[in-house]
């Protein structure tokens, strides 16, 4: 079963409007929710997170927002550059107890912006 | 180096033969994590290294995987008697004490023929 699922396989913005990706978990035990960047060949970079006991976090152009009752989170890039596109993967991860952080990983989203 | 460096960037070889994948984490970094991709598919997390605690292998898909860490440094994936279904990009990624975020290498594409 997917724990972490980000249901669009792709999405096209024009550059300088707002891009909205979205990630949806089942698992309650998550309390830690991070976005990776990856292009083509290289490995993911990270991007933002955030922990369960916000529901809001900003850095720079990015935000990414969580909604704990609904478990969505969703990251916003304003504005969006060419720069961005790139495949966007959504991760989660829960307090184990045995100290273990393993990351669990949505399959992801292609943004595209479009000059 | 700066970043977590893994090698070979890209390996091919034949089914049924051992193949072994290497990384190198981000100095000072305890924590070492590997995990897979295999085409279309989010990552999938393998084994996790802390320190001198035992690792967590609860990701290893089967027996043919296997990983060893020194201390905090190297970290080597063999896996025996490659199949098909092996063939994947291999992630590591290392992080701090506190575990996130981690950061991740370039990993290797490993090609089973």
């Known amino acids: 079963d997917q724990q972490v699922k980000q249901n669009s396989p792709s999405l096209s913005v024009q550059e300088g409007r707002i891009s909205i990706l979205n990630c949806d978990y089942t698992?309650?035990?998550?309390?830690?929710f991070l976005w990776y960047k990856k292009y083509p060949a290289e490995g993911p970079t990270f991007l933002i997170s955030?922990?369960?006991?916000?529901d809001k976090n900003e850095d720079g152009r990015f935000t990414v927002f969580l909604n704990k009752s609904a478990k969505h989170l969703s990251l916003h890039i304003v504005p969006s550059q060419p720069g961005d596109s790139a495949v966007y993967f959504c991760?989660?991860?829960?307090?184990?107890?045995?100290?273990?952080?393993?990351?669990?990983f949505g399959k992801g989203t292609k943004l595209s912006v479009i000059p | 180096g700066a970043g977590v460096s893994q090698s070979p960037s890209n390996k091919v070889t034949e089914k049924g033969k051992d193949v072994e994948l290497r990384c190198d984490p981000i100095?000072?970094?305890?924590?070492l994590y590997w995990y897979r991709q295999r085409l279309g598919q989010g990552l999938e997390f393998l084994i996790y290294?802390?320190?001198?605690?035992?690792?967590?292998k609860s990701g290893l898909p089967s027996d043919r995987f296997s990983a060893e860490r020194t201390g905090e440094s190297v970290s080597t994936l063999t896996i025996q008697r490659t199949q098909q279904e092996d063939s994947a990009v291999y992630l590591c990624?290392?992080?701090?004490?506190?575990?996130?975020?981690?950061?991740f290498g370039d990993g290797t594409r490993l090609s089973i023929l």
């Open positions: 990624a290392s992080s701090s004490l506190y575990g996130q975020p981690q950061h």
């Open positions: 698992n309650s035990m998550f309390d830690y």
């Open positions: 955030i922990s369960s006991i916000k």
């Open positions: 991760a989660a991860s829960a307090n184990s107890g045995a100290g273990s952080y393993q990351l669990t």
């Open positions: 100095s000072g970094h305890t924590a």
């Open positions: 290294f802390q320190g001198n605690s035992a690792p967590d």
